[in-house]
């Protein structure tokens, strides 16, 4: 089942409801891995990892170390929506990767984007 998640202005079409966003920490310079699936409008959160750790890096209480990543499951309520700052301050932006192609953004100093599920057009039940 293919899904689509608007991108600031920019719809991106996905070939499955999950989704990988990844970036580097502008201070420790590490990867940071969160997994999402587009559920009923909403924004899930299914694990995340960082490889390695330091300024506000801190992986969650139940992370395990896997082929040096910390990866654990935060316990966050579905979103409608995340907004990703774009500082310029960073080795690159945000990437959204839908299997093995990624996308990035934010990679230049600018506002923040506006990442949110395509809504849905079928009618009520």
């Known amino acids: 089942m293919s899904s689509c998640l608007m991108v600031g202005m920019v719809m991106l079409s996905l070939a499955t409801p999950e989704f990988?966003?990844?970036?580097?920490?502008?201070?420790?310079?590490?990867?940071?891995?969160?997994?999402?699936?587009?559920?009923?409008d909403r924004l899930v959160l299914q694990q995340a990892?960082?490889?390695?750790?330091?300024?506000?890096?801190?992986?969650?209480?139940?992370?395990?170390?896997?082929?040096?990543?910390?990866?654990?499951?935060?316990q966050l309520p579905p979103?409608?929506?995340?907004?990703?700052?774009?500082?310029?301050?960073?080795?690159?932006?945000?990437s959204i990767c839908d299997g093995d192609e990624c996308h990035e953004f934010g990679a230049a100093e600018g506002k923040p984007i506006h990442l949110r599920p395509c809504i849905s057009q079928s009618p009520p039940q």
């Open 20 to 40: 990988r966003l990844e970036w580097q920490h502008s201070v420790e310079h590490v990867i940071w891995r969160e997994s999402w699936a587009i559920q009923d």
């Open 79 to 94: 979103q409608p929506g995340l907004f990703l700052a774009a500082s310029g301050a960073t080795d690159g932006g945000w």
């Open 49 to 74: 990892a960082v490889k390695g750790s330091g300024a506000g890096m801190d992986p969650g209480p139940d992370a395990v170390l896997r082929d040096e990543w910390w990866v654990w499951a935060p």
